[in-house]
C-alpha cells in the first residue's frame, strides 16, 4: 500500500504516547501557552484545545540547530514577555479598504470587531462570520474542518489551537460562486508587547469560487505603531472537488512586530488553489504554506512577492505534497531585499510513485539592493515517480548598471531608473492579483520602496 506524503515537518505520532518526562520541555514556550489558554469553553472546541496543549507541553520551540529554522534565529522573539492582547479601540481609519470586496471580516488581537465588519451582496446560502456567531446548522460541520488539516502539531500552529479565542469562518456551499472579494483583516494593537492569534477557516464545497484577501497589519497612527508584537496566525483551507479558491495574504504587520503564519491548504479532486503571498512587514516574519493534494487532477499557482529592508528577516517556506496523478504546479516566488534585511526561501514539491504524470514547476528569483542584503534559497524536488515533469531553480542578481544607465541614456535620472527596474521585477508577481484596488496599493508600495 502506497502511504502519502505529507507537508508538514512534525509527523502526526501520537500524543498520549509520549514520555510525561517529556512535559513542559522549554520554560519559554510553557509561559506563552499559560497566558494563551483558556478554559472558558465545553463541548468540542475544549477538546480541540486541550489536545493542542498537550502537544505543545512535548514542544520546544524551534532554533537555528534544525534544518527547518536553519536561516532563521528566534532568539530576539524569546527575549520579549508578551501579554495576552485585550480589546482596543481601534476605528475605521485604521483599516485598511478593499472598495471591490462584498463582505468584510475585521479581526483585533484576533477577537471578532462586528463593529467594523459587514458583508453585502452576498448569494444565499454564503456564510461569512465568525465561530460564536454561525449559525446552528454549521457548526456540526465546522467541527469536520476546524483543527484538522496536516501540519496542525507543528508548534506555533498548536500554540495558536491551545488559544484560539475566535476563528473567522468563510463557507461557501456547493456550486455557489461569488462574484465579489471576500476581505479578512487582521489588526493587532495594544501598549505593551503582546501575543496574537489570528486564526481562519475557509471550506470551498463541490463546485464552489470565491476569492479571498487576507491582510494582516497594526493599528495605523497609534503611540504603539512601532511596538513590540507577536502575531501568530493560522488559517485552514479545504478547497473540494472541481472547487476554486483564489487566496491573497498580505502581511504588512510593523517594523517590530514578529509574524509567524501557517496556510495550511487541501485540495480534493479537480480543485483549483492560488496564492499571491506578500510579504512587507514585520521585524521578523515567517510564512509556512503547506499544500495537500488529495485527489487528482489538481491545479495549484502559488506566486509570492518579499520586499523588506533595514533589519528585517523575511522567510517564505512552502511544501506541496502531491499524492495523486495529472497534478499540476506552478510556483515563483520573489525577493527585493535591500539594506542589511535578510530574505528565506524554502520550497519543497513531493512526488511520490503514486503521483504520475505529475507537471511541477518552482522558481525563486532574488534581487539584491545592497552589498549587505543577503537571501538564502533552497528550492526542492523529491520525486520517486518516473513518469513526470518537475523543473525548479533559483537565481540571486542585482541591478545591472548596463541597465541602468541604458534608462540613463533616455534621459531618466539614476533614481527614477532604479525605481523602474524594481518596479518591473515586482510587477510580475503584482499583476496576478485579481483585486486592482489592492493592485494599485502594492505599485505604489514597490514604486517607493
Not at 499524492?323 to 542589511?340: D, S
Not at 513518469?387 to 541597465?403: F, I, P, R, Y
Amino acid at each position: 500500500m502506497n502511504m502519502q506524503v505529507s507537508p508538514s515537518a512534525i509527523a502526526n505520532s501520537d500524543i498520549v504516547s509520549l514520555s510525561s518526562t517529556l512535559l513542559d520541555r522549554d520554560d519559554y514556550l510553557t509561559g506563552l501557552l499559560g497566558k494563551v489558554s483558556s478554559n472558558q469553553t465545553e463541548g468540542w472546541l475544549q477538546e480541540v484545545r486541550e489536545r493542542a496543549v498537550s502537544w505543545v507541553r512535548h514542544s520546544v520551540i524551534p532554533n537555528t540547530r534544525e534544518e527547518e529554522w536553519r536561516f532563521t534565529d528566534l532568539s530576539a522573539l524569546r527575549q520579549v514577555e508578551f501579554q495576552v492582547g485585550v480589546q482596543y479601540p481601534v476605528s475605521g481609519d485604521d483599516i485598511p479598504t478593499l472598495p471591490e470586496a462584498s463582505s468584510r471580516l475585521v479581526f483585533v488581537n484576533g477577537v471578532y470587531a462586528p463593529e467594523l465588519s459587514g458583508t453585502r451582496d452576498l448569494p444565499s446560502g454564503v456564510v461569512v462570520g465568525n465561530l460564536a456567531g454561525l449559525p446552528d446548522a454549521y457548526t456540526e460541520k465546522v467541527q469536520q474542518y476546524l483543527a484538522q488539516s496536516e501540519g496542525m502539531l507543528e508548534v506555533f500552529t498548536a500554540l495558536n489551537t491551545a488559544g484560539m479565542r475566535d476563528v473567522g469562518v468563510v463557507w461557501i456551499p456547493k456550486n455557489m460562486v461569488v462574484e465579489t472579494p471576500i476581505h479578512l483583516v487582521f489588526i493587532t494593537a495594544g501598549e505593551s508587547p503582546i501575543i496574537a492569534q489570528p486564526r481562519c477557516l475557509v471550506v470551498g464545497e463541490t463546485g464552489s469560487q470565491v476569492s479571498l484577501v487576507e491582510e494582516y497589519t497594526n493599528r495605523r497612527g497609534a503611540e504603539s505603531a512601532e511596538g513590540v508584537y507577536f502575531n501568530n496566525a493560522v488559517t485552514e483551507i479545504f478547497v473540494g472537488e472541481n472547487a476554486q479558491v483564489n487566496h491573497t495574504r498580505i502581511q504588512s504587520d510593523g517594523a517590530q512586530g514578529f509574524h509567524i503564519g501557517k496556510t495550511a491548504v487541501t485540495q480534493t479532486r479537480c480543485s483549483r488553489y492560488s496564492c499571491h503571498g506578500i510579504t512587507l512587514g514585520g521585524k521578523l516574519s515567517r510564512h509556512n504554506l503547506e499544500i495537500l493534494q488529495t485527489g487528482e487532477q489538481t491545479e495549484t499557482t502559488l506566486n509570492g512577492l518579499t520586499m523588506i529592508r533595514d533589519q528585517q528577516v523575511g522567510d517564505t517556506h512552502s511544501a506541496i505534497a502531491l499524492n495523486h496523478p495529472y497534478g499540476i504546479t506552478r510556483q515563483l516566488h520573489k525577493c527585493i531585499v535591500a539594506n542589511k534585511a535578510h530574505g528565506v526561501f524554502n520550497g519543497k514539491v513531493f512526488v511520490p510513485k503514486p503521483a504520475q504524470l505529475t507537471d511541477a514547476g518552482q522558481l525563486n528569483r532574488n534581487l539584491l539592493l545592497s552589498p549587505h542584503a543577503r537571501v538564502d534559497t533552497k528550492p526542492q524536488l523529491e520525486i520517486t515517480a518516473d513518469n513526470v515533469k518537475c523543473a525548479h531553480g533559483a537565481t540571486v542578481s542585482q541591478l545591472e548598471d548596463d541597465e541602468i544607465f541604458y534608462l540613463q541614456s533616455r534621459g531618466i535620472d539614476e533614481d527614477s531608473a532604479r525605481n523602474l527596474l524594481i518596479h518591473a521585477f515586482a510587477a510580475e508577481i503584482i499583476n496576478h492579483i485579481p483585486v486592482p484596488s489592492l493592485r494599485e496599493r502594492l505599485t505604489q508600495t514597490a514604486n517607493q520602496f
